[in-house]
């Protein structure tokens, strides 16, 4: 305690440890900037292509309007229930724990299969398009990290009190919800957000076996045949994480942290 | 010539000096309290014993041994900390078991020197119980008995008792200077609760801001406090600034009151002193209307009864200072809150500090030991 | 009720369906196809690539964390590498595949640079990004940081009393990890290689990037004969998926004894 210098064998693994993780990273960079024509050194042509190809943008179009939809039915889905067994039914928390920890075991290259198998037979409005059948599955996949932040922000209040002092004062359940509660627990509820936004941008097994087109399989499709715009959206893939893990970090500055792991599939 | 000697030790942590060069000794068998609020350096002196710390200068002598430079696996010194030091993957006999374990004792010596220490701390049932399934106070014992188990040349006890409740504190601190006075084992102590350093100490050294301010024993602490600082930490204490009027008499000048101390005595005239009286000392009267308060009194109103059992506490606004006197409560009942009083301040037993001299500077010399 | 209708009668579902035949018959067909070759083949290989990663993931992750959390290393280090892991945990799949072929591919930065620099050709020696070491290396990105972002808390619980309490009672700091740091964070490390192992075993996208083509991992294939245009056979891959479900039960079995085992000085 109260050493005075950082220990030789920390250092080591430290600096291995930034080794490997920044050597893929600093290589991906070198090779999108390589000229497509020569292969050498260095040209934005890769990424002037990439912004010129209409089918970058609608790609992440749809995955960032798939993740704000995803995000909502969460939301909407969760927080009143999160809140109701917080308040009238505890008991059923761990079951709900539990029901959370259900989409890590299930692989989603193993809920894909009984998803199409099940909704087969479905209406196209909801088959057919990915603002119905994806965002239903990526609601899914969100579930266990908008239920754990969620969770962990309304432990964090006095849900009882708050409620209670709300009611007293002449409010509705609704207005309770709305005005009290939400506020209370927005940096949960943000905090959940960022980690479904960076699940759905980069969500590929699903999309791919279901046959949309969001920007991770985009970015497949890209790879089989042009390997510098592919390394480009690689790199810009990154940072949206990069991006999103940040948010995550800043607002939940000074609070406890919420989960950071998203679904490292 | 001492068996555990601090020579000397000085502890800067960047601007901030920890310790600034105190110097303890310990005779075989003593007990020794270190006692001061925190921040004072207690904890890093314990620490630099320990070997957990080293000192920027001065060194730690054992047995005539300099040990400064050694590892603490090697100083053979037992620690019990403030809490949570049990390790939580073994059962009670398995920590005390733990040190000797490292010391390839052999384990039919080893079982019978576990059990019995656990029966030495009262423990002889819990042996087979995991830390988290013993309260604070076991956890404790546990870990005196995991640190007596290496027959430490020196015990060390970082505040053992401070997390936990009052009433198994005062149980288990006489439970620790049973056991010590039995093993005879010499003991450094850190605490920062007075009553519980000149409760069970053989000597008590008062630090503040990295230096040792008195050392002592216990009664010497209470009845000759050496500075300003040991005096209003160690029990409570009426100070009454005052300036000598009379050094032949031993008159003071508190305020517009004139006051005769023996402790006066001899002090030169004009010298700032403060007149210490013990609130056990300082007797309250009812006040008579108009009437001459008398030799060596202050007229004050109490303001507050504070009820500790056999004593009432009364605090006492005078014009010049707050007073606190302890009475039988019986006789408090006849000075009500807001009833005028006369305090008398004895002649005999009061102290008398001056301050004029810097505080700290000659703390030791003054202890007496 | 959401989660009725889109998880549990899902995975309810491909239960079902990997006994029914072509027509919808019952039959064990495909249960007794999928324990034959390729396909045993193809799972003893994602099962060893899953504990291999999670195994390597957990001992490298351990002492990283372990690094950027003991005393002087200082704060800000332990900031940037917790916020690091929790985006290289999420930044899996076609992404980092290709990140993977731009560094170590035939024609990637690395092994250029090898190739170049150092007179040494991996390729010349059998490596390839797109074989099984290949895809080890390549999930380890992302098995690392989540085994740091697991650990990092059961770390922080080891109290430096123990430590100074051990050395006090004269042990090294070898027999401090091995008396009381390692079954201490035991409980938390079995928990983090089950993890670890669900991650990489059901990981398909990352694999699907790399080397979709070269090594056979059950994912793919499952992938493979859902989508594949001319051998589908959604009855054999929902076999398989459900091969995969009992993969993971098994692992769970022989994990729970193990967890209780290690942690009973907790309950």
Known sequence: MRRRWIAPSAIVWLLVAAAFFLIPLIATLLFSLRSIQTGKCCSGAAYSLIVHDHQFWTTVRLSFLLSLETIAISLLLLVPTVYWVHLKLPRLRPVLALMALVPFVVPPIVLVVGLLNLYKGAPSWFYDKPYGFLAAAYVILAFPYMYFALDAGFRSIDLHTLTEASQSLGANWRTTLTRVILPNIRVAALGGSFLTLAIVMGEFTIASLSAFKTFPPYIQVINEGQPYEAAALSLLSFLIVWAAMLALLFVGRGRSRPAQVAAAR | MAYLELRELRRAFGPVVALDGIQVELETGEFLSLLGPSGCGKTTALRLVAGFDRPDSGSIVVDGKDLTRVSPSRRDMGMVFQAYSLFPNMTAEQNVEFGLRIRKNRRAARRKRVSELLELVGLGHAGKRYPHQLSGGMQQRVALARALAIEPRVLLLDEPLSALDAKVRVQLREEIRRIQTQLGITTLYVTHDQEEALSISDHVAVMSSGRVEQLGTPAEMYSAPATPFVAEFIGTMNRLEAVVVDGERGEVEHGSTRLTVDAAQGRTRGERVLVLVRPELLELEASTDGGAAGENTLRGEVLTQTFLGPVTRLKVIAPDAELIADMSTARAAALPIGSRVVAHVPVAGTRLLSLSEEPASDGQDRGGR | ?267
């Open chain 3, 1 to 267: 009720m959401y989660a009725l209708a889109f998880l549990f009668v899902p995975a309810g579902e491909v239960i079902v369906g990997a006994f029914k035949n072509a027509h919808g018959g019952a039959t064990f067909d495909h249960m007794r196809q999928i324990v034959h070759q390729p396909y045993l083949d193809q799972y003893w290989l994602t099962i060893k690539i899953s504990l291999i990663t999670a195994g390597g993931g957990c001992v490298i992750g351990l002492f990283v964390a372990y690094a950027a959390i003991r005393a002087g290393t200082p704060r800000f280090l332990r900031t940037i590498l917790s916020t690091f892991s929790g985006v290289a945990a999420n930044f899996a799949g076609i992404p980092l595949a290709f990140a993977f072929i731009a560094t170590l591919g035939t024609i990637g930065i690395v092994t250029t640079f090898m190739r170049d620099h150092l007179g040494f050709d991996p390729y010349a020696h059998g490596f390839t990004i797109f074989g099984e070491t290949g895809v080890e290396i390549t999930y380890m990105y992302f098995q690392i940081p989540l085994m740091i972002l697991v650990i990092a808390p059961a770390i922080d619980g080891l109290r430096a009393e123990w430590r100074e309490a051990a050395s006090n009672l004269g042990a090294s700091s070898f027999q401090f990890w091995r008396y009381v740091g390692i079954p201490v964070l035991l409980p938390s490390i079995l928990g983090a290689f089950i993890l670890l192992f669900g991650n990489s075993f059901s990981a398909y996208a990352t694999a699907y990037g790399l080397a979709g083509n070269s090594v056979f991992l059950i994912p793919i294939t499952i992938g493979f004969y859902y989508s594949g245009n001319v051998l589908s056979d959604p009855h054999l891959a929902q076999a398989l998926a459900f091969g995969m479900f009992v993969v993971l039960a098994a692992m769970m079995l022989l994990y729970i004894p193990l967890q209780r085992r290690s942690a009973r000085w907790m309950r």
